[in-house]
């Protein structure tokens, strides 16, 4: 029923949330709707993942990088997409541990995000649940007219590529359930992997210029590459030794008696936020210049043929992994 | 933490969401984002509501009217703000208790109010929480370029009306926590105003013509006029004895000893969803026609004056209400 509440809805858009707000569009958060004006030549490209307490985040994660999640997880599928963000709308369900202080760390993680991202608030809700804190936000980028990358595109004879390096948003969550031992500095790295993925919004424009089908690595590098087969009606293969690799990743990787196994692990692990994409064989040296004047790493990882699902290798042997991503439902 | 679930996101999404989803735009809600087009001429006006079980609905109340009832605290804000809608993005915060029974009538109370309202359904997230159900919802509609009504825009000499009528939200929500005792039908009219509240949509192109602020009374009537009181500078004076009332709400009056408190409760009770504005006096007859045309009860319940805040007035005399409105947070 509506309660009174120290830390209310009031103060917490007033002083809390109206500095993050975008200056034009929001309309100061007291309009109860954000006005976008129409961008003629664009489409507007739409996107909107929550998050639960004790599901997708840690209850020791702290509120400010929890907040940085909720953004980069979305920004994560634009940049997939080939767009590029502008704004969100969010809401907050906060638990009856987020007070004052808490609301104040997870504004701050919002608001090094925006800088970072180039994004404003654009609107949104803020309301208390009796169980844990969930959020979610919803998304805005901008992509020139008809040119947002689908899943559907891949064509046999495309490769496969994936950026950035797989694994260590899963070998993070470990980490922080105490169930690995490594260095401090690599269980930091894996740590800051889970908590604040970098979601690769630099490469966005090269996706929408040469990707035939793309997609964000948040199920599982395999789930993900298996949701681009099935959507495109081709088979995708996945040569599993040629993974990227953190050099964390690589350090848990040689304390493995089983690197199929391990590798198995990490393709299947999920919270990435790299991007899986396929594009012709032809563009894959535009591909690597692209990749590399913006210092991302880019992995061939397999390619694409006529059939069905996903087909998995390890040093050429077609392999069935035991599982083939996490439902986070 | 990841965790498979019987009633898993991906069936959630292809059994359930996939027969409601945008023809076009949502992508078959297989591609992780919505893309759509730009509309010259015309603003894209967005509003996110989250409601939270337990606090803004009852455990009790059926999940199709849940649906419904998140569908319309959204698209009463268009409505105020004399938006069209199209679609939204929703994102399902499942409680143990959503099974797959459960989804499909949430998801029919969708499909019902898709079909009353034109809208499809563009994207989102389904997620389960280890707490009580929560959703929100990105409504999402399109109003002529630059025409979309603020909340600042009232001015002294202005109006100030009111559509349907005040206190059957907060009436119904009483009704249902066996708070009160009428007669059968009247009661359940009540209970359909708190669970299934009609947003005044076909009077936006109304408000967006003549209105020089607006506001939809959720926190109740004098909550919500006084923002438009302080978003606008100026002074609103609201009349608590022409309150337009229903039948029921007329009823339970009747049985009250103390009729000024009686409506300071209807007016402060909230979970209206009608739409209060204020238009220049030289507006008042072509607003009646208008409301008449639609079969819209539009009440006169005070008038703008220089100055600031809220003044309530009971037969002529000012009175201090001893609450202006819940806080939801």
Redesign the interface.
């Known amino acids: 029923?509506?309660?009174?509440?120290v830390?209310?809805?009031?103060e917490?858009i007033r002083r809390l949330l109206r500095p993050l707000a975008h200056p034009e569009w929001a309309?100061g958060l007291?309009?109860?709707?954000?006005?976008?004006?129409?961008?003629?030549?664009?489409?507007?490209?739409?996107?909107?993942?929550?998050?639960?307490e004790?599901?997708?985040f840690l209850p020791e994660d702290p509120l400010d990088t929890v907040a940085q999640k909720l953004l980069r997880v979305n920004l994560s599928?634009?940049a997939?997409?080939g767009?590029e963000p502008f704004g969100y709308?969010?809401?907050c369900?906060?638990?009856e541990r987020c007070g004052w202080p808490e609301r104040e760390a997870f504004v701050a993680g919002l608001r090094r995000d925006q800088a970072i991202f180039d994004i404003a608030l654009?609107?949104?809700?803020?309301?208390?649940?009796?169980?844990?804190a969930?959020f979610?936000a919803?998304l805005m980028g901008w992509?020139p007219?008809a040119s947002?990358v689908?899943?559907?595109g891949a064509r046999p004879g495309d490769l496969v590529f994936v950026t950035g390096t797989i694994g260590d948003g899963w070998l993070g969550?470990q980490a922080l359930q105490d169930k690995l031992t490594l260095e401090p500095e690599r269980m930091d790295a894996l740590t800051a992997a889970y908590r604040t993925p970098m979601p690769r919004l630099e490469f966005a424009p090269v996706v929408r210029g040469l990707a035939t089908a793309s997609?964000?690595v948040s199920d599982g590098l395999l789930a993900d590459a298996g949701?681009i087969a099935e959507?495109g009606r081709v088979r995708l293969e996945i040569d599993l030794e040629v993974l990227p690799l953190s050099a964390a990743a690589q350090a848990w990787m040689d304390s493995r008696v089983d690197p199929q196994g391990a590798l198995e692990l990490l393709a299947t692990g999920?919270d990435d936020y790299e991007i899986v994409l396929t594009a012709p064989a032809g563009a894959e040296n535009a591909l690597r210049r692209e990749a590399d004047r913006r210092h991302l790493r880019l992995t061939r990882i397999g390619r694409v043929a006529e059939g069905k699902g996903l087909a998995v290798r390890y040093l050429g042997q077609e392999i069935k992994p035991t599982r083939s991503g996490?439902?986070?439902?």
């Open positions: 029923m509506p309660a009174i509440d830390a209310g809805e009031f917490t309309r007291a309009d109860d709707v954000a006005v976008l004006p129409s961008r003629p030549g664009h489409d507007l490209v739409l996107t909107k993942d929550a998050i639960v004790g599901v997708h599928d634009l997939a997409k767009a709308l969010l809401a369900h906060w638990s654009l609107g949104g809700d803020t309301v208390k649940t009796p169980g844990p969930s979610s919803t992509a007219s947002t689908s899943r559907a969550l997609a964000d949701h959507a999920g996490w439902t986070h439902d």
